[in-house]
């Protein structure tokens, strides 16, 4: 399945694509448009003024998604929270991790085009995911 989104990828727009390939659809491939009009008609789209999967109720589009697709994995709903805090920057969680991944994000949107940060991304999402799942089994952060 096709998926499209604004170009100049960032935090919730790269969590999104890790959240979509791992959980929603593994052989997603995403297209990059600087204008909404440009989405394929076969694809679909997130994180754009407007869509289904954006922005709502004060929420980011990993956690519309989250909520689109019902999954309830609760490591994924601790990701949310991250995700949250690095694009929205609201204070509603509490997500010391939110800075460094919104730091991280935008240099490497400063250095890479969009199909490279998914790209590098992809592990640092991966090893994020490993790292609250453990953390929720010990009940503290892991060594």
């Known amino acids: 399945m096709k998926w499209a989104t604004r170009a100049g990828v960032h935090i919730d727009r790269a969590a999104c694509a890790w959240l979509v390939r791992r959980h929603v659809d593994p052989g997603a491939e995403f297209v990059f448009v600087a204008d909404p009009a440009a ?14 999967l954006g922005h709502h109720g004060g929420d980011c589009t990993f956690e519309t998604i989250l909520r689109r697709y019902e999954l309830h994995d609760p490591v994924l709903w601790k990701i949310a929270e991250i995700v949250h805090e690095a694009d929205i920057d609201d204070e509603r969680f509490d997500a010391p991790e939110a800075p460094g991944f919104d730091v991280i994000l935008r240099g490497l949107s400063m250095v890479c085009d969009d199909e490279q940060v998914l790209s590098l991304t992809g592990p640092i999402f991966d090893g994020l995911y490993e790292h609250q799942r453990r953390a929720l089994l010990l009940n503290r952060p892991p060594a």
């Open 39 to 52: 989405v394929p008609a076969d694809a679909t789209p997130f994180d754009m003024r407007g869509v289904d």
